[in-house]
């Protein structure tokens, strides 16, 4: 049964792929720099989330582990606040500052976990915690704490800002609608990945996955909508 729930972190990752592709079009048209963030991040998601659909369907190697841990559990949800912080700061000097910090952050990560010493033993479970795989006092593990952590409060944050001021505005009603829909996508991968690796629960885990970055999708989706007529 277990083995079968492959299908949904594949099914998320098509679908950030999807999702990667279509801001990545709109990125090479309009320039935007919050598309480009964003591509990036949903890059990471699908590679995650590849990594994740291997490690349940045949049994977890290191090297599948380390790309899910890297660009799951630590960098994609910075990646995806940088792109909120480009929509909500106006200061060019600050975004630049933040980019260059992300940049250097995403480097040292991957180097970080991909010479990180891992205990094999932990591969056994149907998914392994980053605490059992590093150590719970290993930095590659800390580091989901240091980073995804605070990111995800902040895009919430961003995601509740700009909802707020395009409340009780018609014309914006997709907007709204669109921007409540993807902090919605990232609280219940958020939820699922805590319940379902905390508690050893792959569908959990699984299900959020798949289901989170649904919602984040449509949430673009009407949030690209055309403003409504005033």
Not at 41 to 68: I, K, N
């Given at each position: 049964?277990l083995?079968?729930?492959?299908v ?12 990667a592709g279509?801001?990545g079009?709109?990125?090479v ?5 919050s598309q ?15 990594a ?9 190697s290191?090297?599948e ?25 106006r200061?060019?000097w600050l975004l ?13 990560t ?12 932990s591969?056994?479970?149907?998914l ?12 590659p593990y800390?580091l989901?704490?240091?980073?995804a ?18 409340r ?25 990945s ?9 569908p959990v885990?699984?299900?959020g ?6 919602v ?7 949030a690209?909508r055309?403003a409504?007529?005033?």
């Amino acid at each position: 049964m277990l083995r079968a729930m492959w299908v949904l972190p594949l099914a998320a990752a098509i679908i950030a792929l999807a999702f990667a592709g279509l801001l990545g079009r709109q990125w090479v048209s309009k320039r935007r720099a919050s598309q480009g963030a964003w591509v990036v991040a949903l890059l990471m998601y699908a590679a995650a989330s590849g990594a994740l659909t291997l490690g349940v369907l045949d049994g977890w190697s290191a090297t599948e582990f380390r790309l899910y841990w890297a660009f799951g559990a630590v960098l994609n949800v910075p990646w995806l606040a940088l792109g909120e912080a480009y929509l909500l700061l106006r200061r060019r000097w600050l975004l630049t500052g933040l980019l260059a910090l992300l940049v250097f952050l995403t480097a040292f990560t991957l180097a970080e976990v991909r010479t990180a010493t891992v205990n094999a033993g932990s591969f056994a479970k149907d998914l392994p915690l980053g605490k059992d795989v590093f150590g719970d006092r290993s930095l590659p593990y800390r580091l989901a704490q240091l980073l995804a952590y605070p990111a995800y409060v902040l895009l919430l944050f961003g995601c509740g800002w700009s909802a707020w001021r395009m409340r009780g505005r018609p014309a914006l009603t997709n907007r709204f609608v669109g921007t409540l829909l993807i902090a919605i996508g990232a609280t219940i991968v958020a939820i699922g990945s805590g319940v379902g690796a905390g508690l050893d629960v792959v569908p959990v885990f699984t299900v959020g996955l798949a289901v989170g970055i649904a919602v984040m999708f449509g949430g673009f989706l009407r949030a690209s909508r055309p403003a409504a007529a005033t």
